[in-house]
């Protein structure tokens, strides 16, 4: 990886796939001034088109905990170490994030990623500043805290060790088994009530997820890290999301039955969402991948969201209207019930009682130590 960025303009042509890759267009930033089409002149042939790899940066943002007041959303803090995600989910509500960096919510999302070398020691001011009052954090609520970048990085353990000396809540939100390496930290980290894993998963088709989640382990793995993750006695639930009728939907109940089998003692939905860019990504990428169904799959989604391809309004964005959002719904709630997940609270309530906030220097000391002198 480099920390060097070359631009590519957006005139050259890009194919229509790329392995490994969930985008192979590469449209421009909608804040740019100007933009730019690809044409093709009849020479460009589909054969010599190679991935051009991924580069690192890194994110110099100020601040490491993002605040919310979304009616929809059950935390108000998040944390990630990670702008971009190598995952290459298709479908990715966080994709229009990277225009604000002057980058393509296409391929650029996927490949041209920012990491916070300094989370864990912003985080440790932030948790020690005065007033500071301590709620659940939740990591991987915008990027994946494990994409492939973290074996390397260990961005995300540091965060967690800040977390776990401090003793705060830290619920973590994945896609990856890497998740696992960090075991002996999760297993401390919930003995004191302060952590709780949900694990994604889209689909049980090895093949839809390999197209639509390219870089992300597969649902097979994924089952065996919410298995190990749950013998290891941390509370850990699934996220059959997102849901996209006509797709991935005919997997619902399984994945709910599949759960509750590897030991998972919650699960959550929510249907799809396309917001800004990743309308016009995701319909490019059905016609590329799923042509035969791509007009059905559309015309479903746009029944869940009055005749819209997105809907941004509180109490609706996450599941939807009409009658098709409803069945979707009544058919979670039942498979819930079938097989004992319907108790969402199960396992699930984390503790800030014991929050001590951190010392922020090696020489730091409390005026209220006894041995302070």
Same mark, same amino acid.
């Given at each position: 990886?480099?920390?060097?960025?070359?631009?590519?303009?957006?005139?050259?042509?890009?194919?229509?796939?790329?392995?490994?890759?969930?985008?192979?267009?590469?449209?421009?930033?909608?804040?740019?001034?100007?933009?730019?089409?690809?044409?093709?002149?009849?020479?460009?042939?589909?054969?010599?088109?190679?991935?051009?790899?991924?580069?690192?940066?890194?994110?110099?943002?100020?601040?490491?905990?993002?605040?919310?007041?979304?009616?929809?959303?059950?935390?108000?803090?998040?944390?990630?170490?990670?702008?971009?995600?190598?995952?290459?989910?298709?479908?990715?509500?966080?994709?229009?994030?990277?225009?604000?960096?002057?980058?393509?919510?296409? !391929? #650029?999302? %996927?490949?041209?990623?920012?990491?916070? $070398?300094? &989370? /864990? +020691?912003?985080? =440790? @001011?932030?948790? *020690?500043?005065?007033?500071?009052?301590?709620?659940?954090?939740?990591?991987?609520?915008?990027?994946?805290?494990?994409?492939?970048?973290?074996?390397?990085?260990?961005?995300?353990?540091?965060?967690?060790?800040?977390?776990?000396?401090?003793?705060?809540?830290?619920?973590?939100?994945?896609?990856?088994?890497?998740?696992?390496?960090?075991?002996?930290?999760?297993?401390?980290?919930?003995?004191?009530?302060?952590?709780?894993?949900?694990?994604?998963?889209?689909? !049980? #088709?090895? %093949?839809?997820?390999?197209?639509?989640? $390219?870089? &992300? /382990? +597969?649902?097979? =793995? @994924?089952?065996? *890290?919410?298995?190990?993750?749950?013998?290891?006695?941390?509370?850990?639930?699934?996220?059959?999301?997102?849901?996209?009728?006509?797709?991935?939907?005919?997997?619902?109940?399984?994945?709910?039955?599949?759960?509750?089998?590897?030991?998972?003692?919650?699960?959550?939905?929510?249907?799809?969402?396309?917001?800004?860019?990743?309308?016009?990504?995701?319909?490019?990428?059905?016609?590329?991948?799923?042509?035969?169904?791509?007009?059905?799959?559309?015309?479903?989604?746009?029944?869940?969201?009055?005749?819209?391809?997105?809907?941004? &309004?509180?109490?609706?964005?996450?599941?939807?209207?009409?009658?098709?959002?409803?069945?979707?719904?009544?058919?979670?709630?039942?498979?819930?019930?079938?097989?004992?997940?319907?108790?969402?609270?199960?396992?699930?309530?984390?503790?800030?009682?014991?929050?001590?906030?951190?010392?922020?220097?090696?020489?730091?000391?409390?005026?209220?130590?006894?041995?302070?002198?």
């Amino acid at each position: 990886m480099s920390d060097r960025y070359v631009d590519h303009p957006a005139a050259t042509p890009t194919p229509r796939r790329l392995r490994g890759r969930g985008s192979a267009a590469n449209p421009g930033s909608r804040f740019d001034a100007h933009i730019r089409e690809a044409v093709d002149d009849g020479w460009w042939q589909e054969e010599d088109a190679t991935d051009p790899g991924t580069e690192l940066g890194v994110d110099t943002s100020r601040s490491i905990i993002s605040y919310n007041e979304s009616p929809d959303i059950p935390f108000d803090r998040s944390l990630n170490p990670y702008r971009g995600c190598e995952h290459g989910c298709i479908y990715c509500y966080a994709r229009p994030t990277h225009a604000w960096l002057g980058l393509s919510p296409g !391929l #650029d999302f %996927e490949r041209r990623l920012f990491h916070k $070398p300094n &989370a /864990a +020691s912003q985080l =440790r @001011r932030a948790l *020690a500043k005065p007033g500071y009052a301590p709620a659940t954090l939740v990591l991987g609520a915008n990027t994946d805290p494990y994409q492939p970048i973290e074996r390397r990085l260990g961005t995300t353990r540091a965060v967690l060790e800040v977390l776990l000396e401090a003793r705060h809540p830290v619920a973590i939100t994945t896609k990856s088994a890497l998740v696992l390496r960090d075991l002996p930290l999760l297993r401390e980290l919930a003995a004191a009530q302060l952590v709780a894993v949900q694990v994604s998963i889209t689909t !049980l #088709d090895t %093949e839809l997820a390999r197209r639509l989640e $390219p870089r &992300a /382990a +597969s649902p097979r =793995r @994924r089952l065996r *890290a919410v298995a190990d993750l749950a013998a290891a006695g941390i509370p850990t639930g699934v996220l059959v999301s997102p849901l996209i009728p006509g797709l991935t939907d005919q997997d619902l109940e399984r994945i709910v039955a599949a759960a509750a089998e590897a030991g998972a003692v919650r699960a959550g939905a929510l249907l799809l969402r396309l917001p800004l860019e990743v309308k016009d990504l995701f319909t490019e990428w059905l016609q590329t991948h799923y042509p035969e169904r791509a007009d059905k799959v559309v015309s479903l989604i746009r029944q869940c969201r009055d005749g819209a391809l997105n809907a941004s &309004a509180f109490g609706e964005r996450m599941t939807g209207t009409g009658a098709v959002a409803d069945l979707l719904q009544q058919r979670f709630r039942l498979a819930l019930r079938r097989h004992g997940l319907d108790r969402q609270d199960s396992g699930w309530q984390l503790s800030a009682a014991e929050f001590c906030p951190p010392p922020i220097g090696p020489f730091q000391r409390s005026l209220f130590d006894s041995d302070t002198t």
